[in-house]
């Protein structure tokens, strides 16, 4: 994860599909542009889903970091619409 | 003189248990009718019906309880607002679709647009049984495209540039059928696995992935007294022609092969679907 400066993170494995999005949408809004947010996610319909979601609100997915417990770390840098 | 049902039923006019009371089907293609339409439907239903009218199970508007008597009236009255009467009875039935790509984050293709150009090409047209199309903009499938005797699906053929690619790892994960692999620096999608959901594109954060419109068409879908599932015997169509001649050879199959009262997918069943098939894929080459 070195590669990118974390400016926060959330996690949202302790939510279900469509809160998992708001929860991160909310995060996202915290941030000043350019700031990068590390998003903490389960397998299944969050990892599927809330990658595309993200990108449909204008921001920048820069990696989908693979756990080896089964959990997903989306990197996020915040963009403004 | 007596009235002519056969003729009422074919014009849109279905009898009613109620002596001389009909519902009144509209045309409606792909679910879509526009506010003006609206308006001069609910002014008909009012003037004419019982105040109400009915949405049927496969996008129609229906008016009940028209009196034998005011059908030319209210024909007359709803063609002022270019409302214009359905079908029923052997003939191609009302085209369905979904609002596809047009409004739709998922939508592969232009549902809507597709449902129009086969409403113009074949409604109506008379055939040994009903006929249905039925056109959905993805694998969602909200407009059920099986159940139809041709139906469409949207789809998309894909491509991965690689210059693009940050190799994030997002399209391995959005692609729920696993035929995406990465490895060292290397994309690969498995032909098979694929079923052209488009996932991947509108996944992609970086646009490395494109996809261009494609068409999965499904024959022999029935959903009434019989319950048959259309199949998908052709591998995925890459332009709108193709469909087109896909379409004209499997109706015109129907028309020259189906017993009358007999619906595509019985038709498909008592002759087989290898002779069929080898129809299709010719229609399909060009």
Same mark, same amino acid.
């Given at each position: 994860m070195a590669e990118f400066r974390i400016t926060d993170t959330v996690d949202i494995t302790d939510v279900v599909c469509p809160v998992t999005f708001v929860k991160a949408k909310v995060a996202l809004e915290e941030l000043e542009e350019g700031e990068i947010l590390s998003i903490h996610m389960n397998d299944g319909e969050p990892v599927q889903n809330v990658p595309r979601s993200i990108k449909e609100e204008g921001h920048r997915v820069l990696k989908l970091i693979h756990n080896d417990d089964g959990t997903y770390d989306l990197i996020v840098q915040k963009t403004e619409a | 003189m007596a009235a002519d049902y056969a003729t009422l039923k074919a014009g849109g006019f279905m009898r009613q248990k109620q002596k001389d009371m009909f519902s009144m089907r509209l045309r409606v293609v792909g679910g879509t009718v526009t506010a003006q339409q609206l308006k001069a439907i609910a002014e008909a239903a009012e003037k004419f019906g019982h105040s109400y009218v009915h949405l049927t199970s496969r996008q129609g508007v229906e008016i009940p309880f028209i009196r034998l008597e005011e059908i030319d009236e209210v024909k007359d009255f709803l063609a002022a607002s270019d409302v214009q009467p359905g079908v029923c009875g052997p003939r191609v039935r009302t085209v369905t679709a979904c609002q596809g790509g047009r409004c739709c984050p998922s939508g592969c293709i232009d549902a809507l647009e597709i449902a129009e150009e086969l409403d113009r090409r074949y409604f109506g047209r008379q055939l040994p049984h009903k006929f249905k199309f039925g056109v959905t903009g993805c694998q969602n499938n909200c407009l059920k495209a099986e159940e139809n005797d041709l139906g469409v699906k949207g789809g998309m053929v894909i491509d991965w540039n690689? !210059? !693009? +690619?940050?190799? +994030?790892?997002v399209c391995e994960k959005a692609c729920r059928r696993g035929a995406i692999s990465i490895t060292d620096g290397e994309i690969r999608v498995a032909p098979d696995q694929c079923n052209h959901c488009g996932r991947c594109v509108t996944a992609c954060p970086t646009g490395a992935w494109k996809g261009s419109e494609g068409f999965l068409v499904s024959f022999g879908g029935t959903f009434g007294n019989d319950i048959q599932k259309g199949r998908e015997i052709l591998p995925v169509i890459r332009d709108r022609e193709t469909l087109l001649r896909v379409a004209d050879a499997a109706i015109d199959y129907f028309a020259d092969n189906a017993q009358p009262g007999e619906r595509f997918a019985k038709t498909l069943e008592r002759l087989g679907w290898e002779s069929f098939t080898e129809k299709m894929l010719n229609a399909y080459s060009g």
């Amino acid at each position: 994860m070195a590669e990118f400066r974390i400016t926060d993170t959330v996690d949202i494995t302790d939510v279900v599909c469509p809160v998992t999005f708001v929860k991160a949408k909310v995060a996202l809004e915290e941030l000043e542009e350019g700031e990068i947010l590390s998003i903490h996610m389960n397998d299944g319909e969050p990892v599927q889903n809330v990658p595309r979601s993200i990108k449909e609100e204008g921001h920048r997915v820069l990696k989908l970091i693979h756990n080896d417990d089964g959990t997903y770390d989306l990197i996020v840098q915040k963009t403004e619409a | 003189m007596a009235a002519d049902y056969a003729t009422l039923k074919a014009g849109g006019f279905m009898r009613q248990k109620q002596k001389d009371m009909f519902s009144m089907r509209l045309r409606v293609v792909g679910g879509t009718v526009t506010a003006q339409q609206l308006k001069a439907i609910a002014e008909a239903a009012e003037k004419f019906g019982h105040s109400y009218v009915h949405l049927t199970s496969r996008q129609g508007v229906e008016i009940p309880f028209i009196r034998l008597e005011e059908i030319d009236e209210v024909k007359d009255f709803l063609a002022a607002s270019d409302v214009q009467p359905g079908v029923c009875g052997p003939r191609v039935r009302t085209v369905t679709a979904c609002q596809g790509g047009r409004c739709c984050p998922s939508g592969c293709i232009d549902a809507l647009e597709i449902a129009e150009e086969l409403d113009r090409r074949y409604f109506g047209r008379q055939l040994p049984h009903k006929f249905k199309f039925g056109v959905t903009g993805c694998q969602n499938n909200c407009l059920k495209a099986e159940e139809n005797d041709l139906g469409v699906k949207g789809g998309m053929v894909i491509d991965w540039n690689r !210059e !693009e +690619c940050i190799f +994030c790892g997002v399209c391995e994960k959005a692609c729920r059928r696993g035929a995406i692999s990465i490895t060292d620096g290397e994309i690969r999608v498995a032909p098979d696995q694929c079923n052209h959901c488009g996932r991947c594109v509108t996944a992609c954060p970086t646009g490395a992935w494109k996809g261009s419109e494609g068409f999965l068409v499904s024959f022999g879908g029935t959903f009434g007294n019989d319950i048959q599932k259309g199949r998908e015997i052709l591998p995925v169509i890459r332009d709108r022609e193709t469909l087109l001649r896909v379409a004209d050879a499997a109706i015109d199959y129907f028309a020259d092969n189906a017993q009358p009262g007999e619906r595509f997918a019985k038709t498909l069943e008592r002759l087989g679907w290898e002779s069929f098939t080898e129809k299709m894929l010719n229609a399909y080459s060009g």
